[in-house]
């Protein structure tokens, strides 16, 4: 009824896609055991919980558990509706190691027939090529693009898209890709509490007609009550100023998580917002933050306030980052 709907996550246009994403999107990366070791059956609940939850954007890679992930999720998808998951997956990053990148079109062809075989679909609808950065990005637009052009002409992926950590990566791919070629940029980790560099990027987004993902609204764990993994990239001033910014929301009664996925969602033109989960009660909590900060036009007073405190222990780490990849050609 009315009621129910009223409960029911928002979704956003992704670009010019025609695809409707829901505000909140699964990140499966921890269904890989990036973030710890994964009961699969519990990684699987959460899949079915998100999707009755209102989610209906999935996101995997084959890197994430060195293809763990991806198994992982296709199990979950058996019992989903197909057609209404949109389901994302990339290509040309297979390992940690800068050897483990492979953005040849051999490659990326075989590996989009792999991924549809882990997956148990019949088409993907979004190919990201992962983490542009570490790739020679002529070789992604003057190879890679046109080999997803043509598995897109045969019906097996329906959308394209780029991910990365560097912004500049987008646009010096974005600004070479051949026309209808990139359909959605999916960056992480520049658009959360402690950096929003992401913003000066999206009017050249928007007007390029690319869905925006967001990923990473807790910087990899950086602001979850217990702290990223060992292997985050992010120097020590930041990993202590955000350990800093989570103990103080915890005496003013706030997890620092609600407050930061919530500063996130608040950002219009982000078409969905992608936070890893493994457990139904992250799933749970999350679409109530959700649910809490797009059901009010305007934040609450009190939570207002943490927020600008917060902001003021983060404030010496802003938009702080990290290397990523090769330098720009
Ligand atoms: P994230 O910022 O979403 O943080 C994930 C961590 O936070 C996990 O440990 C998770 O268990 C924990 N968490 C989730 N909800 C929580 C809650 N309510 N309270 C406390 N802890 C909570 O980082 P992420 O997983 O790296 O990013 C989200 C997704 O975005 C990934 O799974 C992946 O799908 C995508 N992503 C893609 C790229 C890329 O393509 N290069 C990079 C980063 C992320």
């Not at 780029?162 to 070479?176: I, K, M, N, S």
Request: glycine share 10%.
């Amino acid at each position: 009824g009315d009621r129910d709907s009223a409960l029911r996550l928002p979704m956003r246009p992704l670009g010019d896609t025609g695809l409707e994403v829901s505000v909140l999107g699964f990140g499966a990366s921890p269904l890989g055991g990036t973030f710890g070791a994964v009961d699969e059956a519990a990684g699987i609940d959460a899949v079915h919980h998100a999707f009755r939850r209102g989610i209906n954007f999935f996101d995997t890679s084959p890197y994430y558990g060195l293809t763990k992930s991806e198994t992982v999720l296709g199990r979950a998808l058996r019992d989903l509706p197909r057609s209404e998951v949109v389901l994302s997956t990339k290509v040309g990053r297979y390992g940690v190691d800068p050897r483990d990148f492979d953005f040849s079109a051999k490659r990326v062809t075989a590996s989009v027939a792999e991924s549809l075989e882990r997956l148990q679909v019949s088409y993907i609808d979004i190919i990201q090529c992962h983490d542009i950065e570490f790739g020679n990005l002529d070789q992604i637009v003057h190879e890679t693009l046109p080999a997803l052009a043509a598995l897109r002409s045969r019906g097996l992926i329906r959308h394209v898209g780029v991910t990365g950590l560097p912004l500049e990566a987008f646009h010096y791919a974005l600004d070479r890709a051949p026309p209808g070629s990139v359909d959605v940029v999916l960056s992480y980790c520049h658009y959360c509490l402690n950096d929003t560099t992401l913003l000066g990027s999206l009017p050249y987004f928007r007007a390029k007609g690319m869905g925006i993902i967001n990923a990473s609204p807790l910087s990899m764990g950086l602001l979850t009550k217990g702290g990223p993994p060992d292997w985050h990239p992010a120097p020590p001033q930041l990993r202590a100023a955000a350990a800093a910014a989570a103990a103080h929301a915890a005496t003013r009664g706030w997890d620092i998580a609600s407050l930061g996925l919530g500063f996130s969602l608040r950002q219009p033109d982000v078409s969905s917002t992608l936070v890893g989960m493994f457990t139904r009660e992250e799933v749970d909590e999350n679409t109530n933050t959700a649910l809490r900060v797009l059901g009010a036009t305007e934040v609450a007073a009190d939570e207002a306030q943490v927020l600008a405190e917060v902001a003021d222990i983060l404030a010496p780490v802003r938009d702080l980052t990290w290397p990523s990849g090769r330098p720009l050609p």
